[in-house]
């Protein structure tokens, strides 16, 4: 762990946080003991890395728009964003992962990356604060000149509500229908309604990637 710390520029007042960001629930799974695995952190640091990006970003486009706004930061939140900056820090070679995930490739796959680094920023962010964590997710944004030229399309969900926004009545909602698998490695379905009709659906590794397919299925039957 002293080798992560190092590569990040953070060293842990709490070690056993920066484990727990580190830990994947199949070792949890595969040693049969509590353990506690990175999914709680994952959950926090998903908030404080949208938090911190949109706050950066309302401060360096003081004239964008709110759709602009949430274009750029849609860009730096989406999984295969987070899981390029994981990848900067080859976060994939210090998870602490079950022999079965580890030989399935588990330290290399993208969902895997995504939701530790996410766990990493919430780690930082309970044992140094907001600072500590700012310091930490602004280092891998571009400058303010090549923020812009960041691809937005691959964030589905941002693009289909911004097409539902036109029209006022319309509800989007992602309805979770089914998970299958084993813990650490579940696929999760999801359905897409606008109100009572079903426009798409989509299967992931994680919940955010099912809903990133539904809205890209929605996209395709309406053209876009």
Do not use: W
């Not at 728009?65 to 939140?77: C, K, N, P, W």
């Amino acid at each position: 762990m002293q080798e992560l710390q190092e590569k990040i520029c953070y060293f842990f007042n709490d070690k056993d946080l920066l484990k727990t960001a580190l830990t994947h629930s199949s070792y949890s799974n595969e040693i049969k003991s509590f353990c506690q695995n990175n999914e709680r952190l994952e959950f926090l640091g998903d908030s404080v890395i949208s938090l911190i990006i949109a706050e950066h970003l309302f401060k360096i486009f003081p004239h964008d728009s709110e759709g602009d706004l949430t274009r750029i930061r849609a860009s730096f939140v989406c999984d295969n964003s987070l899981a390029k900056f994981a990848k900067r820090i080859n976060l994939g070679k210090f998870l602490i992962m079950g022999k079965g995930e580890i030989n399935s490739g588990g330290q290399n796959r993208l969902s895997n990356l995504e939701d530790a680094f996410e766990a990493l920023v919430g780690a930082i962010y309970l044992d140094g604060g907001i600072e500590a964590a700012r310091k930490f997710v602004l280092r891998f944004m571009p400058d303010k000149e090549n923020m812009k030229k960041i691809d937005h399309l691959t964030d589905y969900k941002t693009r289909l509500q911004e097409i539902i926004q036109q029209n006022p009545e319309e509800k989007v909602e992602y309805v979770l229908v089914n998970e299958s698998g084993p813990d650490h490695d579940k696929i999760f379905e999801v359905e897409l309604h606008l109100n009572s009709n079903i426009i798409g659906s989509g299967i992931g590794k994680s919940k955010k990637r099912a809903e990133q397919n539904a809205a890209k299925q929605a996209l395709r039957l309406m053209g876009v």
